[in-house]
């Protein structure tokens, strides 16, 4: 690699009515080359909001799952070097500088992932799983590909090295009850029709059991009892995402019987 050619990056977001988050987002990512923000036709401000940044090229696209809208997004994009981040999700200072200086290294690896520091309201979970929480954001997108047999909880398949950053995203992931709950009621949608599409069935003893194990093993190994009552609610929402995957696996099993 030419090492005095700098290395330009492109930042990528998939939005659905983003509103409350949209504006810092953007704000907040402006040391990038190119912005690019795929929005699947949102229905309150964000598209409004996204269009009063001259900076950020507004593609709209109808929204099949996680993993092709990612992939399609990948695909607008005029560099190589890819930041992938969510609208509740925000770069510290000392990330920005870590980012850009990485992929202008001698021997950058094609793939990197970040810790992320899970914001509860405006206060931080310090457990309940969500301590080694670890996800791809900044990669080559020569080198990875999202995998196409994953609808949420997306995948990245990568030919070559992977490594860590050092510093973390910060993660507004919890903004609500009912927001979150409504997030995790998707996410278990989702999950259902992975699972049919891989020919995975649905039973009483998982629809209970599978839950059940979650919340413990969240609540108790994972020692989200230490976050008290933040704690038992984000707990329990993982779990009930759980038990929506095997309910509506179920049922559109047996739709497909009549």
Not at 213 to 242: E, H, M, P
Request: charged share 25%.
């Amino acid at each position: 690699m030419n090492t005095t050619e700098k290395q330009k990056l492109s930042v990528l977001i998939i939005t659905l009515n983003e509103e409350l988050h949209i504006k810092s987002l953007l704000e907040d990512i402006d040391f990038a080359d190119e912005i690019i923000v795929v929005d699947s036709f949102s229905t309150d401000q964000t598209v409004p909001i996204i269009e009063s940044f001259t900076n950020v090229r507004l593609i709209r696209n109808q929204f099949l799952n996680y993993t092709s809208q990612r992939n399609f997004a990948l695909d607008q994009a005029r560099n190589p070097w890819i930041l992938f981040i969510d609208a509740d999700e925000r770069l510290t200072p000392e990330l920005k500088t870590e980012i850009i200086s990485t992929i202008n290294s001698n021997s950058p690896a094609s793939a990197y992932l970040i810790y992320r520091t899970f914001m509860f309201k405006n206060m931080k979970l310090r457990f309940s799983g969500w301590q080694t929480d670890k996800i791809f954001r900044l990669f080559n997108k020569t080198k990875c590909r999202y995998t196409e047999d994953r609808m949420v909880h997306e995948k990245l398949i990568v030919e070559g090295e992977i490594s860590i950053l050092k510093n973390k995203l910060i993660h507004f992931s919890y903004s609500g009850y009912e927001d979150y709950k409504k997030k995790m009621h998707q996410y278990g949608l989702l999950k259902a029709n992975e699972k049919l599409k891989k020919g995975q069935k649905s039973s009483l003893l998982l629809m209970i059991f599978h839950p059940v194990y979650t919340f413990l093993y969240q609540f108790l190994i994972r020692l989200g009892f230490l976050d008290g009552l933040k704690g038992v609610t984000i707990c329990y929402l993982n779990a009930y995402s759980i038990f929506i995957r095997y309910k509506e696996l179920q049922k559109i099993t047996a739709s497909s019987r009549i």
